[in-house]
């Protein structure tokens, strides 16, 4: 097909989605090649899921040997690729189990769920959970109703009962929210959707003792800020505070659909035989390709030269002067320029010179290469957005 043809059939698919006006064809690294055979450079990542780039071997090698052996089976049984990675993760971060999913939205209805029978055993009758304006967790209906952006709920009629929002950053809000009823606080460490929004410094560690004090969990929604994004394996290590649950997803499945939520060791025993459940949740290919992602992901080497290709991005961006930027800020290689106006023209002008940038927010650019970006790749990004801004 020409792109053309896909962009007449595209009519088929129900247009939720604003199409970037290009039709890619393959990918490699960090390069994306549209079926005319123009290259991009790629500060995208598909939000977040390409952490390692495109068509990468290692991963793909992992998944036809996978493939090779069985594509799904049926989580009545033991699954080798399964346990490995949920052994993996629990290894590398505060928790002591895990329970995989398919989607970021799905983990944290997990999440949440789990939060209210965590209530039955715990805290009798408390059923409600504590958001943040400005938060993303999902499309799905509580997942949509726990994301603290009006936009997005127009058509939630009646809303899931029992979520409220709190500010960001703003403790004395966040504890004029919480009641008897209060079961758990969901936020993510870093308000990805939202804007690249950092939490201030004692934010998290004051919502830690927040709950501490209430009786009440404490979920880090680390769909986003996750599996080595910020320059750490987890956001919580960056902050020094350790959540009861963790959702992850996005790149967890090497760009195969997994998520998981991660629990500590006091709350291992919260969920009983039939409590939960999924057909498709943890499939055996992506569970293959999540560990060979993992294990290179959370080397500390790998870590390292996450954090130093942020902070070389940043300075360089900070370095531009243009008025209608209002700040940069994130971490990792999770960054955004905050314009003071729309920019989806400079997504618009960035796509056609060959680079692929996103805005979140309306007004703020997000930047978020694969982790294993090249520097050369880094530069010639760069040099486009700069010309741009
Ligand atoms: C922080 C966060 N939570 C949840 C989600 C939803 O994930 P998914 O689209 O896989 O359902 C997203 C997606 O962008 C996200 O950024």
Redesign the pocket.
Known sequence: MNSQQVKDLDKKYIGVFKRYDVVFERGHGSTLIDKEGNKYVDFFSG??VNNLGYANRAINAAIIKQLGNYTHLSNCFYSEPQVKLAQALCENSFGARVYFAN??????EGAMKFAKKWAMLHKERAYKIITFYN??????LA?LTATGQEKFHKILNPMYPGISYAKFNDLKDVESKITTDTCAIMV?PIQ??GGIYTPAPGFLKGLRELCDRNNILLIF?????GMGRTGKLFAYQKYGVKPDVM?I??SIGGGLPL?AYIVAEEHADVYAFGDHGTTMGGNPAACAAGLVLFNTVKKPVFLKSVERKGACIMKRLKKIKNPDIEEIRGAGLLIGVQMKKGAQDIVDKALAAGLVINVTGHEVLRIEPPLNISGADIDKGLRILEKLL
């Open positions: 939000i977040s989607t970021g939205a799905e983990a944290n938060s993303f967790h999902g499309r799905t997942a993510e990805a959707e929604d680390e769909v986003q800020s959702t997803a996005k998520a």
